[in-house]
């Protein structure tokens, strides 16, 4: 074994050790120990353990765990220490910016076992509250984590978004007459990108293809046949196709819809799609309406389109209200009334859904009892206050173990709507974790089912249930399902959302914001609920003031 591995072995059991709040002498000198290990210029593997003791900055206690290791390929305290802590929490010891300190207050006094979990409370701004912590640290463990997550080579759509309209605006800006547009999984609006790539329709691709190589609108381009290959500043692998326009739709069509959806309309197809003069011509020619990027994975709406029955995809601007936001009475950073003026007078809704969190989330200062009611004061004197405008009295109640709310029924009944949403033992197997949310469900003051699975995306896999048993249960109990709008979530999966609408379910987009411009990730619930093939007419917060106000009493009265 060479130096470099041991050195790196004792450095994660000093890491350890100081996370448990070990003896800090040991700490120290273990440290010490990994650095002299490291810097030797002669390798301390094959010397027997007085030789190892003798060396300079190590000593007998560090001597004996270096004869362990080489011995027996580990560390017994290391062993026990790593059984001890969670394994994401074992990662963050990894990010550049913290330490064990840090890692230690972040794990034992916000509860948060990974990375994801990390990131999340930082891009919510729970951080703050912590002790040792302020808005800078924040940010740059906000950061560290986004590179960290870069170099894996999967990003965010909601990350890929500015890069998209900077090299899509640099190629008009090179082209202003050429057809442009944007391709594959980020035209598809998928969740997770991989590969940033577009398609330019011109009447010379030698020209094109010349001025592009000599654009620098990406970093280590490269030219290979028609394509520009490069990587954004943050490591996006990027891919400009070149064609002749005569053939740009062809290749639009091609290049946008996922492999199984291309071939499944191909098949239809008997005659050329060469030299089509848009997208609707080739699905014509394949006896299809037009259909949406967003819904061009596998053969899925195949036969709706055939059969002209697509659904009319919802839109941003058919939203009427928020559902699902946090205040300052909980882990929020603006205040009700802030929150509630900046929906009527900058987004032009018509309410807003409070919904703090409730008493078992301590960590997000959730609310007791005392200060629901408190909260409900507020609420009322905000509501005769604010004209053309109306705050509902929500709550994101935990779902607990057994799958009961963590309120009692006769505070449960105050509420206008209750959001109930798992945040704890997110390792529950699947039949009790079934059970507990279709308990949750079947509560008679449940409307909303929040973020279902819990998932953290490119950092948390999320809770696993039985999609369907869950789903029907809210059908069967009227209970609505969520789409929570942040990027990190995107939670009920698109890929659900048409057996929930086959079932009779509606759903919701919600910005779960704990900020004024949390609001603004509706914009990608918006984008996840046309991919799942949402209409307005079974988005609950499409509905209007009135129509909203019917549906809550509706649901009171059933209880």
Same mark, same amino acid.
């Given at each position: 074994m060479?130096?470099?591995?041991?050195?790196?072995?004792?450095?994660?059991?000093?890491?350890?050790?100081?996370?448990?709040?070990?003896?800090?002498?040991?700490?120290?000198?273990?440290?010490?120990?990994?650095?002299? *290990?490291?810097?030797?210029?002669?390798?301390?593997?094959?010397?027997?353990?007085a030789?190892?003791?003798?060396?300079?900055? @190590?000593?007998?206690? %560090?001597?004996?765990?270096?004869?362990?290791?080489?011995? %027996?390929?580990? #560390?017994?305290?290391?062993?026990?220490?790593?059984?001890?802590?969670?394994?994401?929490?074992?990662?963050?010891?990894?990010?550049?910016?913290?330490?064990?300190?840090?890692?230690? *207050?972040? &794990?034992?006094?916000?509860?948060?076992?990974? @990375?994801?979990?990390?990131?999340?409370?930082?891009?919510?701004?729970?951080?703050?509250?912590?002790?040792?912590?302020?808005?800078?640290?924040?940010?740059?463990?906000r950061?560290? @984590?986004?590179?960290?997550?870069?170099?894996?080579?999967?990003?965010?759509?909601?990350q *890929?978004?500015?890069?998209?309209?900077?090299?899509?605006?640099?190629?008009?800006?090179?082209?202003?007459?050429?057809?442009?547009?944007?391709?594959?999984?980020?035209?598809?609006?998928?969740?997770?990108?991989?590969?940033?790539?577009?398609?330019?329709?011109?009447?010379?691709?030698?020209?094109?293809?010349?001025?592009?190589?000599?654009?620098?609108? @990406?970093?280590?381009?490269?030219?290979?046949?028609?394509?520009?290959n490069?990587? %954004?500043?943050?490591?996006?692998?990027?891919? =400009?196709?070149?064609?002749?326009?005569?053939?740009?739709y062809?290749?639009?069509?091609?290049?946008?819809?996922?492999?199984?959806?291309?071939?499944?309309?191909?098949?239809?197809?008997?005659?050329?799609i $060469?030299?089509? $003069?848009?997208?609707?011509?080739?699905?014509?020619?394949?006896?299809?309406?037009?259909?949406?990027?967003?819904?061009?994975?596998?053969?899925?709406? =195949?036969?709706?389109?055939?059969?002209?029955?697509?659904?009319?995809?919802?839109?941003?601007?058919?939203?009427?209200?928020?559902?699902?936001?946090?205040?300052?009475?909980?882990?929020?950073?603006?205040?009700?009334?802030?929150?509630?003026?900046?929906?009527?007078? $900058?987004?032009?809704?018509?309410?807003?859904?409070?919904?703090?969190?409730?008493?078992?989330?301590?960590?997000?200062?959730?609310?007791?009892?005392?200060?629901?009611?408190?909260?409900?004061?507020?609420?009322?004197?905000?509501?005769?206050?604010?004209?053309?405008?109306?705050?509902?009295? +929500? =709550?994101?109640?935990?779902?607990?173990?057994?799958?009961?709310?963590?309120?009692?029924?006769?505070?449960?009944?105050?509420?206008?709507? =209750?959001?109930?949403? *798992?945040?704890?033992?997110?390792?529950?197997?699947?039949?009790?974790a079934?059970?507990?949310?279709?308990?949750?469900?079947e509560?008679?003051?449940?409307? #909303?089912?929040?973020?279902?699975? +819990?998932?953290?995306?490119?950092?948390?896999?999320?809770?696993?249930?039985?999609?369907?048993?869950?789903?029907?249960?809210?059908?069967?109990?009227?209970?609505?399902? $969520? #789409?929570?709008?942040n990027?990190?979530?995107?939670?009920?999966? &698109?890929?659900?959302?048409?057996?929930?609408?086959?079932?009779?379910?509606?759903?919701?987009?919600?910005?779960?914001?704990?900020?004024k411009?949390?609001?603004?990730?509706?914009?990608?619930?918006?984008?996840?609920?046309?991919?799942?093939?949402?209409?307005?007419?079974m988005?609950?917060?499409?509905?209007?003031?009135?129509?909203?106000?019917?549906?809550?009493?509706?649901?009171?009265?059933?209880?």
């Amino acid at each position: 074994m060479e130096n470099k591995p041991i050195a790196r072995t004792l450095r994660l059991l000093s890491q350890l050790m100081e996370l448990h709040d070990e003896n800090p002498f040991k700490i120290k000198s273990l440290a010490n120990a990994a650095f002299k *290990v490291d810097k030797l210029p002669y390798p301390v593997a094959g010397k027997k353990l007085a030789e190892l003791e003798k060396i300079d900055g @190590i000593g007998k206690s %560090t001597a004996t765990k270096i004869a362990e290791l080489l011995e %027996t390929g580990a #560390i017994t305290e290391l062993t026990d220490l790593l059984a001890a802590t969670p394994e994401g929490v074992v990662e963050m010891l990894g990010i550049k910016g913290i330490g064990p300190k840090k890692i230690a *207050v972040i &794990w034992h006094d916000l509860g948060i076992e990974n @990375i994801g979990e990390l990131f999340y409370a930082c891009n919510e701004n729970r951080l703050v509250e912590a002790k040792g912590f302020g808005l800078k640290t924040q940010e740059e463990i906000r950061k560290a @984590i986004e590179f960290r997550m870069a170099s894996n080579g999967k990003f965010l759509y909601a990350q *890929v978004e500015p890069m998209a309209n900077d090299i899509y605006q640099s190629i008009k800006d090179i082209f202003p007459d050429a057809f442009v547009k944007t391709t594959g999984e980020y035209r598809r609006c998928c969740e997770i990108i991989t590969e940033l790539t577009f398609l330019v329709g011109t009447l010379n691709r030698e020209i094109a293809l010349d001025a592009l190589a000599e654009s620098g609108i @990406i970093d280590n381009l490269t030219v290979k046949g028609d394509h520009i290959n490069g990587e %954004t500043d943050k490591g996006l692998l990027v891919d =400009i196709q070149v064609t002749g326009v005569k053939y740009f739709y062809d290749e639009l069509f091609r290049q946008t819809g996922g492999e199984d959806h291309v071939k499944a309309v191909m098949a239809r197809i008997n005659d050329s799609i $060469e030299e089509s $003069e848009n997208e609707e011509m080739i699905y014509m020619k394949a006896g299809l309406v037009w259909m949406p990027p967003e819904l061009r994975e596998g053969d899925t709406f =195949i036969e709706k389109a055939a059969n002209n029955t697509l659904p009319h995809l919802i839109t941003y601007h058919d939203l009427k209200g928020t559902l699902h936001n946090h205040s300052t009475w909980s882990d929020g950073i603006h205040t009700l009334e802030e929150m509630a003026l900046y929906c009527r007078n $900058e987004l032009k809704l018509e309410y807003l859904g409070m919904c703090d969190h409730s008493k078992s989330a301590f960590y997000a200062k959730g609310l007791s009892i005392e200060r629901v009611l408190q909260q409900h004061e507020e609420i009322d004197h905000l509501n005769k206050k604010i004209n053309d405008f109306h705050i509902f009295k +929500g =709550i994101e109640s935990d779902i607990l173990n057994d799958g009961s709310l963590d309120y009692p029924d006769e505070i449960l009944k105050k509420f206008d709507f =209750i959001v109930a949403s *798992v945040h704890s033992n997110l390792k529950m197997d699947k039949d009790k974790a079934t059970v507990r949310l279709i308990k949750a469900v079947e509560n008679p003051y449940t409307t #909303i089912l929040g973020h279902p699975t +819990g998932r953290l995306l490119l950092s948390r896999k999320g809770y696993e249930f039985d999609y369907k048993k869950v789903i029907d249960a809210c059908a069967a109990n009227n209970v609505v399902i $969520e #789409i929570n709008a942040n990027p990190l979530r995107l939670d009920l999966d &698109w890929r659900w959302h048409q057996y929930a609408l086959d079932k009779g379910v509606k759903l919701s987009i919600n910005p779960d914001a704990h900020r004024k411009e949390g609001f603004l990730d509706m914009h990608y619930g918006i984008l996840a609920a046309r991919k799942g093939g949402l209409n307005k007419e079974m988005c609950l917060n499409a509905f209007s003031l009135e129509e909203i106000k019917k549906v809550f009493e509706l649901k009171k009265t059933g209880v």
